[in-house]
């Protein structure tokens, strides 16, 4: 056995088949195939079996791999022999460090030596705070290490290797926790992944540093010629890649394909960058993360990067790290009370040192105490890079069986207790569900005051029905305005990576005239830009990254904190070039539900037939006929208070349609609208008595060459109750439903109103998980 684990025979490619004889296991590329498709199904059900918990990817493949090891079903020698062969582990260790390569490509994708530059000063404090404590512990640890479980060590490289193994932290396992718990956008957020940027610049010189030092040479200048050699890459890689990929960039424009030579391209060279730093002598990953770095972030050139290249790795490749590290890591040597002693010493240490100085530092800067104690909490997140550090560690000798079994613990307990401790201390929903404001519908005593409208959209393509309907939503000069927040609704899914998320939390409520230079054609950008430079309308653009069951949360929230009287919604489907409605994603249909059932304002549904066109009509040419439909109740009372301010408008008539007479509240408000327009032409009133629905349709029929219905979700009346629509959309209302249905033929697009009436016990205000998202300006929101 020995014999042959020293010199283990060369294995085959493929095989013949089982029915010549031959074992697929014996072969190189079908046990590979079994090992990938085994890591990948272990994984992914630990990570379903611990998203209860909410805890990161990462932590279900460091334990799946420790599982597949010689710490638990390793320990069956037969199945050890059978599925991890000592002569298979070169070409498993080959793939998952080939995964791990393009990985850290990705890790350097995201992260930006502008925003780096950017950090500002806490940043920078927060950071050095958070690397020089651990650093100092996990030295005066490795001493302790040194004299008992780790005796016959390098001193020099071990002391540096803890070091960074205390101090790192994990960049892009920390932006999937915020993203998770809706933190990613707020102050702490922000703070949070400039300092772990810092940090992981830092981790990584002293990394290379360390690497250097544990070379095989005895000569120390051996190390002085790796490290000077390793500056000599860096800087040419600065001087001659980074021009590369600059062209490469500028020849990507927007809303068009990145072209597969720049792709193939660019890999190429994350490979022969990896094939230098390895023979310098610092290790291949080096060479493909700087490569990452290089390159440019704005434009579509990176993201593009990232859809190639992200799948196949983190789905597949990257898998195998996780079981190349598990068979290295043994529990079992973790044996008496020295051992489990100097583990709780580990990760005592390891924590107290780095949120001891993140709070320290924090806290000198003048940051609230909550604050600093979820940064702290947030900064001790390790994950994958870690897991490198320590690989890294053991393949160069530096850390033996002991200590890289207790270092692995270490890195896994760190990396779990963070959710659960954040979500514990910083609860940003107690500082901002209880907002105090009067106007959270659009009919009010005081219709001169101004508007805020909160308008969600998913893409590009909602956009231009979206700003038409904010043009025709302004009103006269001599009312004090309408303020508009846009929010880009964006799917927190498994595969968004942190350089999307972390992109767009840098936008997140900057206003679109002070991002100064935009190499990307950001066309949602320069539409709503545009609209603002030629309207009275104030604009600001805001950002959810959330999973689709909690997207109802961020969208209530942030309404509630900018004081909106109403929220506009997507609806679900859109409209093909036949005419017909067709399913966007059902899930969307989901959050308008909830978002109807928990909003603290009124809330109106789209349904977009292309209102006004597919660009934006300028105020001088608008030219609109809207119709209110009105049967009675609260949500119809509220379209009608839209539609009458739309009428304000030069460019728009209004038509409303009452459907039979009912209570006397209604008769009120609707004289008080005929009042306000009676010398208006663009204003016309009738009323139509029914008996059914097909009369309904007849009458709504007259009135199909209008560009906008506006109607209420529920009608209240005896003639809302004779409608009898069938629908899967309730949503819409029966009225709302009878519009898209196909009976009824129309080209205009369909707003369905409901109106805020308070909480109620069936209708909760909101529920306790908030996403705040702030926007730095323009806060003075007077109820």
Known sequence: MAAESACPAPMKATSNGVFQGDNPLDYALPLAILQICLVVLLTRLLAFVLRPLRQPRVIAEIVGGILLGPSALGRNKDFLKAVFPSRSLTVLDTLANLGLLFFLFLVGLEMDPKSIRRAGKKALSIALGGISLPFALGIGTSFALRATVSKGVDQAPFLIFMGVAFS????????????????????????????????????????????????????????????????????????????????????????EPVKELYVCVTLSIVLLSGFVTDSIGIHALFGAFITGVLVPKEGPFAGALVEKVEDLVSGLLLPLYFVSSGLKTNITTIQGLQSWGFLVLVIVTACFGKIVGTV?????????????????????????????????????????DQTFAIMVLMAVFTTFITTPLVMAVYKPNQKTSKVAYKHRTIKRKDPNSELRIFACFHTASNVPTMINLIEASRGTEKKEGLCVYAMHLMELSERSSAILMVHKARKNGVPFWNKGKRSDCDQVVVAF???????????????????????????????????????????????????????????????????????????????????????????????????????????????????????????????????????????????????????????????????????????????????????????VSRAAAMLKVKSDCPELGPVGSLLISPDFSTSASVLVVQQYVGPTPSSPLLPDKVAVIESPEHDTESG
């Open 360 to 400: 320290a530092m924090s806290l000198a800067c003048r940051i609230p105490f909550k604050e600093a104690l979820a940064l702290g909490f947030l900064m001790n997140t390790k994950g994958l890079v870690e897991l490198i550090v320590l690989n890294i560690g053991k393949d160069r000798k530096v850390l033996n």
């Open 168 to 255: 790192i932290t994990a960049f892009p396992v920390l932006a999937r926790i915020l993203a998770e718990l809706k933190l990613l956008t707020t102050d702490v957020g922000r703070m949070a992944m400039s300092a772990a940027a810092v940090n992981d610049v830092a981790a990584w010189i002293l990394l290379a540093l360390a690497v250097a030092l544990s070379g095989s040479g005895r000569s120390p200048l051996v190390s002085l010629w790796v490290l000077l050699c390793g500056c000599g890459f860096v800087i040419g890689c600065v001087f001659i890649v980074t021009p590369i990929f600059k062209w490469m960039e500028k020849r990507c424009p927007d809303g």
């Open 529 to 715: 830009e545009a609209f603002r430079q030629l309207s009275r309308v104030f604009i600001r653009p805001m950002t959810a990254i959330s999973a689709m069951h909690g997207m109802h949360e961020d969208i209530c929230s942030s309404a509630e904190r900018k004081r909106a009287a109403m929220i506009i919604l997507p609806f679900h489907k859109h409209q093909r070039f036949d005419g017909v409605l067709e399913t966007t994603r059902s899930e969307f249909r989901w959050v308008n539900k909830r978002v109807l059932e928990h909003a603290s304002c009124s809330v109106g549904i789209l349904v977009d037939r292309g209102l006004g066109g597919s660009t934006h009509v300028a105020a001088s040419n608008v030219s609109s006929v809207i119709t209110v439909l009105f049967f009675g109740g609260n949500d119809d009372q509220e379209a009608l208070a839209y539609g009458a301010r739309m009428a304000e408008h030069p460019g728009i008539s209004l038509n409303v349609v009452r459907f039979l007479p009912r209570e006397s509240a209604d008769e009120i408000f609707l004289a008080e609208v005929k009042q306000k327009f009676k010398n208006l032409e663009a204003f016309k009133y009738e009323e139509r008595w029914i008996k059914n629905t097909s009369e309904t349709v007849d009458v709504l029929g007259e009135f199909n060459k209008c560009h906008l219905f506006l109607v209420g979700r529920m009608p």
